[in-house]
């Protein structure tokens, strides 16, 4: 008796040696986790052929853990036309293309989509969408008693006041705040989220904004002669850029009438963004672009970024702009008006096109030159994606619990939620 219960003990303390590792591991990548190989899985709809940010955060996060925690292994569960690994890094769950949704898939089960995350057998689950994997990733995290991080990287309440009504948003910010409220930490992108989950009752939440690939999005891509040839513009047009989904959020007929009231001496590039709106003298309507360096490109090469949504979660477009080195016009509100401030600047006083001209004209009144090139130092110093995902490498560190004693229960037993 005396044996064996020595040979369980070193057993119950290698275990618990490997669990300190693999804990540790999320913050440092030179511990080796021996047996122990953490995972991580991130879901979500919001993952399609023409997608925005949600992707670009995905994408982004996958190549970092790849580099800096190679101990940490890293699944994707997205929508696709069938189910299992799609040879691109993903596993993908057979889903109902949305017609006219630009390529987005809607699940047609939460339960079989926790299924799929459960055979996965995750260490740690992060969804992306408070849709059906939301749903699917905190049953499969019950299930297997893990913790499950919510990132919001929307207001769902907010779109609904603006799609159908302010009496549509009081319902849907109750059921938004009781899915967020199941989560062991929220994860909100800005302070603006931040406070509107607060708002809604929603305390767990810690702020992460995104980051910007700067090597990728940089000044030395500009090529401001050779675009305005490719648009057929004067070399002295005022060029302003605007990327992003063809969304009503967006503003984009605020944008528009704005040029309207600045006339030709101004000339508005919309990327993506512009689908389907009415051809206009000084606009441009370009396509989805899917190339990373392309876009660079094409921001780094005009002259200042608008944005006009005054309730945009984040705007890791706007970001993207400010590491090209561009000047920013938005509004004094929502996630733009904690990236914009004067020194990289201009921002409107609310969402009309009076206020956005007025903006754009004092934003050109000033050496936009040295704005740019305060923009670009900003997006280098303060929101590389190093910088992210350190952040949320700590965040996930903690909720996988420290090294367990002989004494303290597991974290988040089965059922603690």
């Given at each position: 008796?005396?044996?064996?219960?020595?040979?369980?003990?070193?057993?119950?303390?290698?275990?618990?040696?490997?669990?300190?590792?693999?804990?540790?591991?999320?913050r440092?990548?030179?511990i080796?986790t021996?047996a122990?190989?953490?995972?991580?899985?991130?879901?979500?709809?919001l993952?399609?052929?023409r997608?925005?940010?949600?992707?670009?955060?995905?994408l982004a996060?996958?190549?970092w853990?790849?580099?800096n925690?190679?101990?940490i292994?890293?699944?994707?569960?997205?929508?696709?036309?069938a189910t299992g690994p799609n040879?691109r890094?993903?596993?993908?769950?057979?889903?109902?293309r949305?017609p006219?949704g630009?390529?987005y898939?809607?699940?047609?089960?939460?339960?079989?989509w926790?299924?799929?995350?459960?055979?996965l057998?995750?260490?740690?689950?992060?969804?992306?969408?408070?849709y059906?994997?939301?749903?699917?990733a905190l049953?499969a995290g019950?299930?297997?008693?893990v913790?499950?991080v919510?990132?919001?990287?929307?207001?769902p309440?907010?779109?609904?006041?603006?799609h159908?009504?302010?009496?549509?948003?009081?319902?849907?910010?109750?059921?938004?705040?009781?899915?967020?409220?199941?989560?062991?930490?929220v994860?909100?992108?800005?302070?603006?989220i931040?406070?509107?989950?607060?708002?809604?009752?929603?305390?767990?939440?810690h702020?992460q904004?995104?980051?910007?690939?700067?090597?990728?999005?940089?000044?030395?891509r500009?090529?401001?002669?050779g675009?305005?040839?490719?648009?057929?513009?004067?070399?002295d047009?005022?060029?302003?850029?605007?990327a992003g989904?063809?969304?009503?959020?967006?503003?984009?007929?605020?944008?528009?009438?704005a040029?309207?009231?600045?006339g030709?001496?101004?000339?508005l590039?919309?990327?993506?963004?512009?689908?389907g709106c009415r051809?206009?003298?000084?606009?441009?309507?370009?396509?989805?672009?899917?190339e990373?360096?392309?876009?660079?490109?094409?921001?780094?090469?005009?002259?200042?970024?608008?944005?006009?949504?005054?309730?945009e979660?984040?705007?890791?477009?706007?970001?993207?702009?400010?590491a090209c080195?561009?000047?920013m016009v938005?509004v004094a509100?929502?996630?733009?008006?904690?990236?914009?401030d004067?020194d990289?600047?201009?921002l409107a006083?609310k969402?009309?096109?009076?206020?956005?001209?007025?903006?754009?004209?004092?934003?050109?009144?000033?050496d936009?030159?040295?704005?740019?090139a305060?923009?670009?130092i900003?997006?280098e110093?303060n929101y590389?994606w190093?910088a992210?995902?350190?952040g949320?490498?700590?965040l996930?560190?903690?909720l996988?619990?420290?090294?367990?004693?002989a004494?303290?229960?597991?974290?988040f037993?089965?059922?603690?939620?």
């Open positions: 008796m005396v044996l064996q219960w020595r040979y369980d003990d070193e057993r119950t303390s290698d275990r618990r040696l490997a669990d300190s590792a693999a804990h540790l591991a999320w440092d990548p030179s080796g021996g122990k190989r953490s995972h991580l899985v991130d879901t979500t709809m993952f399609a052929p997608s925005g940010g949600v992707k670009r955060y995905l996060k996958r190549a853990f790849a580099e925690r190679p101990q292994e890293h699944t994707l569960v997205v929508p696709g036309d040879g890094g993903a596993y993908t769950v057979a889903a109902v949305l006219f630009d390529g898939r809607w699940p047609t089960s939460t339960r079989r926790a299924e799929h995350l459960i055979a057998q995750p260490d740690l689950i992060e969804a992306g969408d408070p059906g994997p939301g749903h699917a049953e019950e299930r297997l008693g913790p499950v919510g990132f919001c990287h929307s207001d309440a907010a779109l609904a006041a603006l159908l009504g302010s009496w549509a948003e009081p319902p849907v910010r109750r059921r938004w705040a009781k899915l967020f409220r199941r989560f062991d930490r994860v909100a992108p800005s302070r603006h931040a406070e509107r989950l607060d708002a809604a009752g929603v305390s767990n939440v702020v904004p995104l980051g910007v690939d700067t090597q990728l999005f940089c000044p030395s500009r090529d401001p002669d675009l305005r040839a490719e648009l057929g513009l004067p070399a047009t005022k060029l302003l850029v605007f989904r063809p969304a009503r959020e967006k503003n984009v007929d605020v944008l528009l009438e040029m309207d009231l600045l030709d001496e101004y000339h590039l919309l990327i993506h963004a512009g689908q051809p206009q003298d000084n606009a441009t309507f370009l396509d989805y672009v899917r990373p360096r392309e876009m660079a490109r094409l921001l780094s090469s005009c002259d200042a970024f608008v944005h006009a949504n005054d309730r979660p984040f705007g890791l477009i706007a970001l993207e702009a400010m080195g561009l000047p938005g509100s929502g996630g733009i008006a904690e990236l914009v004067e990289v600047g201009q006083s969402a009309t096109p009076e206020a956005m001209a007025e903006a754009i004209c004092a934003l050109f009144e000033r936009t030159a040295a704005i740019g305060t923009a670009r900003k997006a110093s590389g190093d992210t995902f350190t949320l490498s700590a996930y560190s903690d996988c619990g420290a090294p367990v004693s004494s303290a229960p597991l974290p037993p089965r059922g603690s939620r």
